[in-house]
């Protein structure tokens, strides 16, 4: 595996607060609708039906997690008239899924081939 080099790391030990909360927001990425949502998001704000499209789940289902990723503080939401829009608050959030996400890219090209 492949991550961001040691100079990238958390600049001091963790307490058991951010041990509890790093825990909290790994739960929260380990859902792959929620992945997917927060993946959209990251290229540009949208709307509950474009984010829809883009993670291919039912429109309640969508709406469900992003109500959990806006009640944990990783979506900010503002409205245009009667539609919701959606993004992400900050660039840790981005990257955090984009090396999520190269992992999983490593992961699948470094595989040995089936035989």
Do not use: I, W
């Not at 944990?72 to 660039?91: C, F, I, M, Q």
């Not at 981005?94 to 999520?100: N, T």
């Amino acid at each position: 595996m492949h991550l961001s080099p040691a100079n990238d790391a958390h600049p001091r030990t963790p307490g058991e607060e951010q041990f509890a909360l790093a825990a909290e927001l790994l739960a929260l990425l380990g859902d792959r609708t929620r992945l997917t949502l927060l993946h959209a998001l990251a290229a540009g704000e949208a709307d509950v039906t474009t984010l829809t499209k883009a993670c291919g789940a039912a429109r309640p289902a969508v709406s469900q997690h992003l109500a959990r990723l806006r009640l944990a503080g990783l979506v900010n939401t503002r409205k245009e008239g009667r539609r919701v829009v959606y993004s992400l608050p900050d660039g840790h959030l981005r990257r955090l899924v984009d090396e999520a996400l190269n992992v999983a890219d490593h992961r699948l090209t470094d595989r040995p081939p089936h035989d």
